[in-house]
């Protein structure tokens, strides 16, 4: 497992971001977000591997394997951030900090999107800042890793 290795996930229909509903998610696309992740990645010396699906068995196989490679997981759950108990147990397997990351502040909207199963198993959550809210998640990754290294 490398020090400095972190995982940004993104969940369903996040592919179309930029692309549908900007009065809601914004113009940047989900390539636009990897770049400006990749950008501030490089500025806190930490290494990144962007993903996204729309799959929930695809979402938990990348977890699994993240258990054993990773120092951090920054995670969009996207719609399963409110149905899935699947990837709520996957995260708590996972041993590193975990931020979740809402472009949206899910607390204006409807009530379905007010609770996230994945809260429960994450050490921070950032939501309603726009697609900035994956950089700021980076920044506290950064600080609760130098915290933790000796
Ligand atoms: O605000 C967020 O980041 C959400 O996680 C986005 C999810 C939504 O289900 C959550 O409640 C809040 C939706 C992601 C779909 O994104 C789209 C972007 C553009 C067009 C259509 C969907």
Not at 39 to 51: D, S, W
Request: proline share 4%; glycine share 6%; hydrophobic share 45%.
């Amino acid at each position: 497992m490398s020090a400095h290795r972190v995982l940004v996930l993104n969940g369903p229909n996040l592919n179309l971001l930029g692309k549908r509903q900007p009065e809601i998610y914004g113009t940047e696309t989900l390539d636009d977000v990897e770049a400006e992740c990749r950008r501030v990645a490089e500025e806190l010396g930490l290494t990144l591997e962007f993903r996204q699906s729309n799959a929930e068995h695809e979402l938990i196989g990348w977890l699994h394997s993240a258990r054993e490679t990773v120092a951090g997981i920054v995670i969009n759950p996207a719609a399963f951030s409110h149905t899935s108990v699947a990837i709520m147990d996957a995260l708590a397997a996972c041993p590193c900090p975990i931020i979740e990351v809402h472009i949206s502040n899910i607390h204006r909207r409807e009530a379905f999107r007010h609770h996230s199963y994945v809260s429960q198993v994450a050490s921070g959550v950032i939501c309603g800042c726009g697609t900035q809210g994956y950089a700021l998640a980076l920044f506290r990754l950064a600080a609760l890793l130098e915290k933790a290294t000796p």
